[in-house]
């Protein structure tokens, strides 16, 4: 056993499947498979359960994936210092964001990144899906959900805050819903998971949670379209205050049901990325930027997140 077969088995199982593997090795797939057969003969155990898409560690594999995943963040570490040695920050940062946080709070976030270290590459994924990291190699996504993976590591960047809204015209002609259930009966303009009903729950004071089916008419996770469409006086918008903030402030839109809390797809704005590997220098300087930024500018900062106390 060396150290290149140790960091083979950290790749294989990175991958997830020997093919996955093969591609980002450059590497054929017998060339992998055999370099793998060749690691577990000369452990005298198997490191990994194969079935036709999939691999997945044994006990003894996952330790040893761990030791090689060790061996290989100190090798990172160790060439990336000498590399960025009297240098400026260098690297490449692949980063997967919300669309309509993404579009409307963050990307002036990352313009200021690139400004401020201009050598790193960002390469910007706009989405609302909760993706695999390793199989999509996002180094860093930032989502919106009740409650994080257990298997990623979350940063917690605050708490979205919907509203539902909608234009003067439409007030003028149809009235601003009064509860939540009338939101039911409105032709709403808001994001939605396809093949699964859009549920909103609004909360008032101590009283119970209401749950409220409710079937866009306007669907989209464009959120400047779903902002435009609302303007257009085509249904009562439920998104993201940061998206129509500005509008509410100038009175181009009106506010409905102020008076509760409402939620979709979940509260928590998270980022994540994976446990207990090392961090180039690129993806470590935006982490930590992004949770300066998010505590800087969400903090009392109307139409953005409010910061758990």
């Known amino acids: 056993m060396d150290t290149k077969s140790l960091t083979l088995l950290v790749d294989i199982l990175d991958a997830g499947n020997l093919s996955e593997a093969a591609r980002r090795l450059k590497m054929t797939r017998a060339n992998v498979s055999y370099h793998l057969n060749q690691l577990e003969r000369s452990v005298g155990m198997q490191l990994v359960r194969r079935t036709t898409r999939h691999v997945e560690a044994t006990e003894i594999g996952l330790k040893l994936y761990q030791h090689g ?3 290989q963040d100190e090798l990172v570490a160790a060439r990336e210092a000498v590399d960025t040695l009297g240098k400026t920050p260098q690297g490449k940062v692949r980063l997967s964001v919300p669309s309509g946080y993404g579009q409307f709070v963050m990307t002036p976030w990352l313009l200021e990144f690139k400004q401020a270290y201009p050598d790193i590459v960002l390469d910007v994924l706009f989405e609302n899906s909760v993706d695999d990291l390793l199989r999509d190699e996002v180094d860093i996504a930032v989502r919106i959900m009740s409650e994080p993976p257990q298997n990623l590591v979350a940063r917690e960047l605050g708490l979205v805050r919907y509203v539902a809204c909608a234009s003067k015209a439409y007030a003028e002609a149809r009235g601003l819903p009064q509860r939540p259930e009338d939101l039911g009966q409105s032709p709403i303009i808001s994001a939605a998971v396809i093949g699964r009903p859009l549920r909103l729950s609004a909360y008032y004071g101590g009283q119970p949670r209401q749950h409220v089916v409710l079937e866009p008419t306007v669907i989209s996770r464009n959120y400047a379209f779903l902002r435009d469409a609302i303007r257009a006086g085509l249904g009562v918008g439920v998104v993201p205050d940061y998206v129509v903030h500005d509008d509410i402030a100038r009175g181009e ?12 797809f979940g509260r928590g704005m998270y980022m994540l990325y994976m446990p207990n590997r090392h961090h180039p220098r690129a993806i470590s300087m935006l982490i930590e930027f992004i949770l300066e930024r998010a505590q800087r500018d969400h903090e009392g900062q109307a139409g953005l997140l409010a910061v758990k106390g």
Do not use: M, P, V
């Open 69 to 71: 995943r060790s061996i």
């Open 253 to 264: 839109l009106l506010a409905a049901l102020a008076q509760w809390r409402l939620s979709i």
